[in-house]
């Protein structure tokens, strides 16, 4: 059974920082890229951040700057740094992996449930 996790929202206020946190358990040959997206109310949903598992960062222009994301591949973990935190980036937060399942079966993603972040006075 795969499943992916993310811990870590909850309500701040603006200017301030969160940390997200995202696990993948189970079985899986190789997992490849790691991402965050988030989906505000009446929204798309909209990728964050990403990296790859050589390590290429990339970022959606709105969190530049204040948003990092890091990886540890051994522990197939995945993190979002979020500072400078703004009422704009109020959103469920979810992470996405790419993984796949055998050295020859094709890429697959898996979802976490969703944790909401809330940046408010």
């Known amino acids: 059974q795969q499943q992916v996790v993310e811990s870590g929202g909850g309500l701040v206020q603006p200017g301030g920082s969160l940390r997200l946190s995202c696990g993948f358990s189970g079985l899986a040959f190789r997992i490849d890229d790691m991402a965050w997206y988030r989906q505000a109310p009446g929204k798309q949903r909209e990728l964050v951040a990403s990296v790859t598992r050589g390590g290429t960062e990339n970022y959606a222009d709105s969190v530049k700057g204040r948003f990092s994301i890091s990886r540890d591949t051994a522990k197939n973990m995945v993190y979002l740094q979020m500072n400078s935190l703004k009422p704009e980036d109020t959103a469920v937060y979810y992470c996405?992996?790419?993984?796949?399942?055998?050295?020859?079966?094709?890429?697959?993603?898996?979802w976490g449930q969703g944790t909401q972040v809330t940046v408010s006075s």
């Open positions: 996405n992996i790419v993984l796949k399942r055998t050295v020859v079966s094709d890429p697959v993603e898996r």
